[in-house]
């Protein structure tokens, strides 16, 4: 995705009129929460994206999002508009070619790029770090639902850090999974493949 | 319960995660287990790991000279922080294995030089498959010598893996030769000839290659002349053809292939410098290209020969595996822009060694324990010269 274009308070230049206020777009959770939220934070959501391109009438009225809860909203909702915010430190490239962009890319560009994914490092760390484990999941959900690609890999990402080095009940727990081998059937796994079970964290 | 929609997210955690943490979730549910072995994820993983460096290990096979045995071990490398770990002594059972070749995570084996005893394991989920012995059928006429060639690569048309073992007759009457092609595959298990004729040339390589569906191996004119060309035989269509060198070469300069970066790469050994080319576009003879010459003192000792092994993460070095004519095998980091060694010093290596390189991969789930679990393990320390 080109982001250059969000330094512009208002990403659609059809509609620009310099100085204008931002266009909002409302959307309603599964819970009755309106959020008003900046169309371009908005056109993250790959749901949303399609939902307006198809039927630009409708973009007076709330856009319906029977599969997400507000809380769930409101943390996605923050995680997109810091993300713009840390993509619009990074100058855009001037064209696809990798070369001629290294050519005409100077000093400054190459620092803005370390700055912004330090920033997006910390800032990331930072956002789940209090989230519960079904909380996490929820977010999950609601990222998929929203067709939000970047939100998903960073979301599936810390979920597969936080289980690498976790027991086989700790798995079941997250996912809410019933084991469902015989005693016998799950003994001559764990025998099988004893060397796996080697090094787990304590529950 | 588990929607669909959940377990496509399911499994785009499980891809995310190490082979042996995968492993271990298989004891988390059935549907767990269905998933992680089903080809679908299995190659999703690969995908994952080779995209991301995952899982990146070394297998090192061990020549001890007196008595004659080959031992294995593996030692993990960090692409974050490009360094490699302690080496681990691997499993008694691959005594005497030798390996051929290596790809995506699989290392194929022979035991013999006569090549009839063949097996593919995958180090890192510990598994392997066993072809059947395969014995050299002689020629009409009597033969002198005979070498066996074996390759091993990926067809993906087919996907499946396949080895494909050569052998050269050099025939009694000194004039004569005559070849055997096999090909036995992990899907197709059995030694079959293949209905191409081998072509009228001598494989003058130690080592094949297998990339993108095809074989390679340098080999010469049996018709007086010394020029080398590069012989390429489809996995899929079974068909050969022949490709030109990087630069005009004779059959008395030692010239090796390799894979480098997912390209094909030819290293030329002069007598005081080697040259390192890499075919930028596949199959396109004209994009061959020299990415550096090594001057031999640069080494600092003389080599026998060296492989090209990987890039560093940075693509700034070259990890070369160096043989001497005497003396210790070494892993040396190239700097191309530098045009300086850096010697990997690791105590833990063995002496003599060739390398396998493997990457996060669950191919071969299904395949035989190396090690019965039903037997405890078995740790007995190996006397080290």
């Known amino acids: 995705m080109a982001n250059g274009e969000n330094q512009n308070p208002n990403p659609n230049p059809i509609e620009a009129t310099p100085g204008a206020a931002a266009r909002t777009i409302t959307l309603k959770t599964a819970d009755g929460e309106i959020f008003e939220v900046e169309e371009a934070v908005a056109m993250e959501f790959g749901t949303v994206k399609s939902f307006f ?30 993300s713009l915010e840390i993509r619009s430190m990074i100058p855009p490239a001037t064209s696809e070619d990798a070369t001629a962009a290294e050519a005409v890319q100077g000093e400054g560009d190459l620092e803005a790029e370390k700055a912004a994914k330090q920033e997006r490092k910390e800032f990331e760390a930072e ?18 639902y929203l067709n939000i690609k970047e939100l998903l890999d960073f979301l599936c990402r810390s ?14 727990k997250f996912f809410g999974i019933e084991g469902d081998y015989t005693p016998e059937e799950e003994a001559q796994i764990r025998q099988e493949y004893a060397w796996a079970f080697e090094g787990v964290d304590e529950d | 319960m588990m929607s669909n929609l959940l377990q496509e997210l399911i499994a785009e955690i499980l891809i995310r995660l190490p082979v042996k943490s ?31 460096n995952r899982d990146r290990t070394l297998i090192l096979n061990e020549e001890d000279f007196a008595p004659a045995s080959h031992y294995f071990s593996a030692v993990q490398f960090s692409s974050k922080h490009n360094r490699f770990g302690k080496t681990v002594e691997i499993y008694q059972p691959l005594l005497n294995w030798v390996v051929s070749d290596y790809c995506d995570g699989l290392v194929c084996l022979h035991k013999g030089h006569e090549k009839q005893d063949v097996a593919i394991w995958n180090p890192l989920v510990r598994k392997y498959r066993r072809f059947p012995f395969e014995p050299i059928e002689e020629p009409s006429g009597l033969s002198d010598v005979r070498f066996s060639h074996l390759a091993f690569g990926y067809d993906p048309h087919n996907d499946d893996y396949k080895v494909l073992r050569v052998i050269e007759f050099y025939m009694e009457d000194m004039i004569g030769m005559e070849f055997e092609v096999k090909v036995c595959s992990m899907r197709s298990p059995t030694w079959k000839k293949i209905d191409e004729q081998w072509p009228n040339m001598v494989i003058c390589c130690w080592k094949s290659v297998a990339l993108n569906g095809d074989v390679y191996w340098l080999v010469a004119d049996r018709d007086g002349q010394h020029r080398m060309s590069l012989l390429a035989f489809n996995l899929a269509t079974e068909k050969f053809r022949l490709y030109g060198t990087p630069v005009p070469l004779e059959n008395y300069l030692s010239t090796f292939l390799d894979v480098l970066g997912g390209l094909l790469c030819c290293i030329v050994h002069d ?54 004519e005497c003396g210790r095998t070494n892993l040396i980091w190239y700097d191309i822009e530098k045009k300086r060694c850096y010697r990997v010093k690791n105590r833990s290596f063995p002496y003599v060694f060739k390398v396998a390189i493997c990457i996060g991969s669950l191919l071969l789930l299904d395949g035989d324990n190396l090690i019965d679990p039903t037997q405890k393990e078995n740790k007995r320390k190996r006397k080290r010269n």
């Not at chain 1, 289980?163 to 798995?171: C, L, M, P, R």
């Not at chain 2, 550096?292 to 003389?302: A, G, S, T």
């Not at chain 2, 092994?309 to 043989?323: A, C, D, I, P, R």
């Open chain 2, 271 to 324: 007598y005081t410098f080697c040259d390192v080319y890499l075919m930028k576009k596949y199959g396109v003879e004209s994009s061959w290209t020299r990415i550096f010459k090594i001057e031999k003192n640069v080494l600092c000792r003389d080599f026998e020969y060296f492989r090209t092994l990987m890039f560093s993460t940075n693509g700034k070095k070259v990890l070369l595996e160096e043989h001497p």
């Open chain 2, 22 to 52: 995968v492993v271990r979730f298989l004891c988390v549910s059935k549907e767990w287990y269905a998933l992680i072995t089903s080809s679908y994820f299995i190659k999703m993983h690969l995908k994952f790991s080779i995209e991301t």
């Open chain 1, 159 to 172: 979920v597969a850090l936080r289980i690498q080095n976790k027991s086989v009940e700790y798995a079941r």
């Open chain 1, 53 to 82: 391109e198809d039927d630009a009438v409708s973009a007076t009225k709330p856009m319906p999002l029977p599969n997400v809860s507000g809380s769930a909203l409101s943390r996605v909702i923050t995680y997109c508009r810091r």
């Open chain 1, 127 to 144: 956002f789940l770090k209090d989230e519960s484990n079904e909380d996490v999941k929820e977010l999950i959900l609601a990222a998929n």
